[in-house]
């Protein structure tokens, strides 16, 4: 079990379906991150969270949005997805971001676009 | 453009030898390196960092940091087939940037 927490684990859902992304750690730690990662290839950096703001946004389509209600948890919104938006989503935290801080992943999830 | 090179393998080894898996970077400017393992359809799992150069130790995991040749490696020791996955290697973010690097990731197949 990590301590980084991701739910669902699975996820289907349709191209005109709204659904969230969940993820929750009490580490602590004060940068979260959301992943895209595609079979065989490294995790794809979609945003990064430091002290709740949003630092990063790695020129990702509107029809991702995320949230940060707090310090502990972070949120992806999914909104008209395409079929090549399948893939695992990981969220991961830091104490800060920056240097020499490594990321602790979440188990991810599953997700899967009909 | 910062990169971080990995051969992708798969990397083959018997069960008992020893694994040695190598990565190269390009931003000098990078104090952190990391090394994760995935199992296939699993998430990446911290197992070393390393800040400085020389050789970290860890149970089996050994890291090696050459700064002035800008490479890292891990060595595992007396691997097993529970050792079989895909470790990926990571440069921290620098220059005030938020953003690390991961390398390709290498697939290691320990066979008894």
């Known amino acids: 079990d990590t301590e980084v927490t991701q739910t669902p684990k699975h996820l289907v859902m349709g191209m005109t379906n709204k659904k969230s992304l969940k993820c929750e750690q009490h580490m602590g730690h004060r940068a979260m991150y959301w992943y895209k990662q595609k079979a065989k290839k490294p995790p794809e950096l979609m945003f990064v969270?430091?002290?709740?703001?949003?630092?990063i946004n790695e020129s990702v389509p509107s029809r991702f949005s995320p949230e940060c209600p707090n310090s502990s948890l972070l949120n992806l919104h999914l909104h008209a997805l395409q079929p090549e938006d399948s893939a695992l989503y990981l969220c991961?935290?830091?104490?800060?971001?920056?240097?020499?801080?490594?990321?602790?992943f979440g188990d991810g999830t599953r997700l899967s676009i009909l | 453009q910062k990169e971080v090179e990995q051969n992708s393998g798969p990397l083959s080894v018997p069960e008992g030898a020893i694994a040695s898996l190598n990565c190269t970077y390009s931003?000098?400017?990078?104090?952190?390196f990391f090394w994760y393992r995935q199992y296939s359809g699993k998430s990446p799992e911290l197992i070393m960092s390393i800040y400085s150069n020389g050789d970290k130790e860890d149970g089996r995991f050994t890291a090696q940091l050459n700064k002035a040749s800008q490479y890292v490696s891990l060595l595992i020791r007396d691997s097993q087939p529970s050792d079989s996955a895909t470790y990926l290697c990571?440069?921290?973010?620098?220059?005030?940037?938020?953003?690390?690097?991961f390398g390709r990731g290498t697939s290691l197949i320990v066979h008894p």
């Open positions: 991961a935290s830091s104490q800060a971001a920056g240097a020499n801080q490594p990321q602790h």
């Open positions: 969270y430091s002290y709740e703001k949003l630092s």
């Open positions: 990571a440069q921290g973010a620098s220059g005030g940037s938020y953003i690390p690097t």
């Open positions: 931003d000098r400017g990078s104090q952190s």
